[in-house]
């Protein structure tokens, strides 16, 4: 059974995000570097970042990206901050980030008057393209990864401004509103695709093989892209297709995952795709 995926505008996640992407030099590379990343926004509010809250986060430890996560899920799926400052032990130091959003944020209040109204008019609009291809995506999805959808809640997915790309969690996912719908419709399949796909699979694939483990990223793309392609005008806009530039071997496996797509009844399981496909990496990869 499918599940429904459901889109939402919330303040506290925003909040999240934004006091996150103000401090990302206190987080993790992984958060910090990838979508936390959003130089553009740092610029443009450096002024609102506070000696106080930079004290306060170098005090409280390293944050954890799965704490971040999952925090940022339980804001998702609540909506409330007393709810996920509840749900962490004492102590945790992501908790640090909720006690700052507990605050007044300076500057935070005319941000957010902006921001709203904005974001809700692009999830309607957003929502008008998705709903009639939600469940062809999904299914398509279903049959690349050849993984059945398991949750038994909604996705709900987030619309967030001020992130450098998004994040899927178990049944949660926040995007950065692309001003082109092709452009979102193919990075909202990327993080669905992320659910999905065995990641843990594909990464031992690799590692057995002695190859770069960041291919799995590729995959991930690829697989959403197959996904999506027959709902997108330009499949050769920018942000559509998978960029070699940016994901590894992505020419190498592009015709290997178009052919895949075409018959995936041809393999009992993704597995074997993936272990046939490791002889062309071998051959292509750097020394």
């Known amino acids: 059974m499918l599940p429904k995926v459901e889109f939402e505008v919330n303040e506290p996640l ?14 993790p590379d992984e958060l910090a570097k990838g979508m936390l990343g959003n130089k ?19 005090h409280a430890g390293i944050i954890s990206p799965t704490a971040w996560y999952s925090t940022a899920r339980t804001l998702i799926r609540t909506k409330s901050l007393d709810e996920a400052i509840a749900s962490l032990k004492p102590g945790r130091p992501i908790g640090q980030i909720l006690n700052i959003m507990k605050q007044d944020v300076h500057g935070y209040d005319d941000i957010w008057a902006s921001t709203k109204p904005r974001l809700e008019e692009y ?3 957003f929502v008008e393209e998705w709903s009639p291809i939600s469940s062809q995506v999904l299914s398509r999805l279903s049959l690349l990864t050849k993984e059945d959808w398991t949750t038994t809640n909604d996705i709900l997915v987030n619309f967030v401004d001020c992130l ?15 001003p082109d719908m092709d452009v979102e419709k193919k990075f909202l399949a990327h993080e669905l695709s992320e659910l999905m796909t065995p990641t843990s699979t594909v990464i031992r694939i690799l590692a057995d093989a002695g190859l770069d483990e960041s291919i799995s990223h590729t995959v991930v793309d690829m697989i959403a892209f197959f996904s999506v392609k027959d709902f997108v005008k330009n499949l050769d806009r920018k942000g559509i297709k998978p960029n070699p530039s940016y994901y590894p071997m992505a020419n190498t496996l592009f015709p290997l995952l178009e052919g895949y797509s075409k018959d995936p009844g041809a393999y009992p399981n993704l597995e074997s795709f993936l272990k046939g496909m490791v002889p062309l990496l071998e051959q292509y990869a750097l020394p």
């Open 164 to 178: 450098n790309g998004g994040f899927a969690w178990t049944d949660s996912v926040a995007v950065y509103p692309f």
């Open 123 to 125: 999830k309607q609009r």
């Open 40 to 58: 553009a926004y740092q610029a443009k509010h450096t002024n609102l970042r506070t000696d106080e809250n930079l004290e306060r986060l170098r």
């Open 14 to 27: 925003n909040k999240f995000c934004h006091i996150s992407v103000l401090y990302s030099d206190r987080l």
